[in-house]
């Protein structure tokens, strides 16, 4: 058990129906720590560069038009195993086998619109983090 940071975004489907609120308490209730957070528009130059790894799926247009359709939250978060413990308050990808209490099964619209982005491992978390955030922005 280690102390690890991971990274977050609210998605636009979120922003828009208000649950900002609603999605930081399932974090805060599961033992995770908001250390950095700001509301923002993604461009889609940055849209395009974040999910950069998934630009031969055939969903890729798709995914950046939405991300870029309303304001992101983005946020890290730290606690115990940071990156896996994020993974499984947000659910499965498809919020149809999304386990319940999970932030995807209560909130998510889509496969595509499905309320939150979570880093996938840690080296992950540490590049993601780094895209959006100064060390001087994030406090523990
Ligand atoms: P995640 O790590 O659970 O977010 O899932 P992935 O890394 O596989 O996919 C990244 C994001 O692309 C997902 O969170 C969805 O917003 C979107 N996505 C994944 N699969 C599909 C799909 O089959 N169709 C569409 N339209 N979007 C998808």
């Known amino acids: 058990m280690t102390t690890e940071r991971t990274f977050s975004i609210i998605k636009p489907d979120a922003t828009r129906r208000n649950l900002t609120g609603k999605i930081n308490a399932k974090f805060e209730s599961n033992g995770l720590r908001i250390v950095a957070q700001k ?39 730290e606690g115990t195993d940071a990156v ?12 149809a086998n999304a386990d319940a209490g999970t932030i995807r099964k209560e909130f998510a619209e889509s496969v595509e619109a499905n309320s939150v982005h979570g880093s996938d491992s840690l080296e992950n978390a540490k590049n993601e983090i780094a895209f959006f955030f100064s060390e001087v922005e994030i406090v523990g």
């Not at 790894?53 to 939250?73: A, N």
């Not at 896996?84 to 919020?95: C, E, L, Q, V, Y």
């Open 39 to 77: 509301r923002v528009r993604l461009t889609q130059d940055m849209a395009e560069r974040f999910y950069g790894v998934h630009k031969e799926r055939p969903f890729f247009k798709d995914l950046v038009k939405f991300m870029i359709s309303g304001p992101v939250v983005v946020q890290v978060l």
């Open 84 to 95: 896996a413990a994020n993974r499984k308050i947000m659910g499965a990808t498809n919020p």
